[in-house]
């Protein structure tokens, strides 16, 4: 399937690849790049790596194991170095039930019953959508999840946006967030759990600063307010993630002189759906949407 290419009449672009789960590649503003690859655009077509905008569904992050039997060999499960499943079963996907573009705006869909494979790992029927709508400054990506099959579908996706640092040096940029409440997680990154399954959570944060010497990889709740704003300043401008209800969680990473962050709004922890807790519920017939928005100024 053919890469979408999204432009406005100011010189904004947006690139989307249906064929890699309809990850958003690049989006350009002020004819400089926003987003961060791993590595070239070719080899990362070819390798089940995270960069750009990917979509984790229909979990976040990882899973503290395999669902069900069905899963041995499943072609679509990536695993981290431990072998739990991470980062759901899309990051390569491209058979969707529909792809459309008017404008400035591209959408997916996914009728998730008409594929085997995808019901064998998550046997929820339902209609997944996809939209990005791009503007002269912002971007904005919504996920809506149409409970059509007759059953409950269990809520627990996520975003991973990979954000270039301005100049890609992280001296260059300072981090501004709400004041989070920190998730404890163990050694393979995976929430700790009390006694009576709630998650353990450590001293509310307030990440204010420079990225220069600092490293992430942290689960957060954000507060109860709408809608939560997150910014990467740099010398020359700066950039905004807004997101509200209904993302309860983000997962912030930023490996220590690294030339990106990645700010990941999450409908619940990670884990979530493997502890079968702490995540919404859509009952049949109901409809689930949610959407973020990142600026520029």
Known sequence: MSDIHLNTPGGSSALIAPDCGFCCLSWVVDGVERLHLPE???????????????????????LRGDLSDHWSGASLVKRDENGLPIHGFLLRFSDWTDVAVEGATARAT????????????????????????????????????????????????????????NGGLPSKVRLGTPSLEHVRLDARCLPVRADDGALVLDATKCLDGELVHREF??????????????????????????????????????????????????????????DGRDHPVLEAGDTFSAFFEMSVA
């Open 110 to 165: 996914l009728e998730w019953a008409d594929h085997d494979d995808l019901m064998s790992l998550f046997p929820h029927p339902h209609r997944l959508e996809i939209s990005y709508e791009l503007f002269e400054t912002s971007l904005r990506v919504t996920t809506t999840v149409v409970a059509d099959g007759g059953a409950v579908v269990p809520i627990s996706f996520g975003w991973h946006p990979y954000f270039a640092l």
């Open 40 to 62: 070239d655009s070719a080899a990362f077509r070819r390798d089940v790596k995270t960069g750009g905008i990917p979509l984790l569904y229909p979990y976040a992050n990882r």
């Open 217 to 274: 990889d942290d689960l957060f709740i954000r507060p109860e307010v709408s809608p939560s704003k997150f910014t990467l300043g740099g010398s020359d401008d700066s950039l905004t993630l807004s997101f509200g209800t209904p993302w309860r969680c983000l997962q912030i990473y930023h490996p220590e002189g690294s030339d990106y962050i990645a700010i990941e709004p999450m409908t619940g922890p990670g884990a979530a759906l493997s």
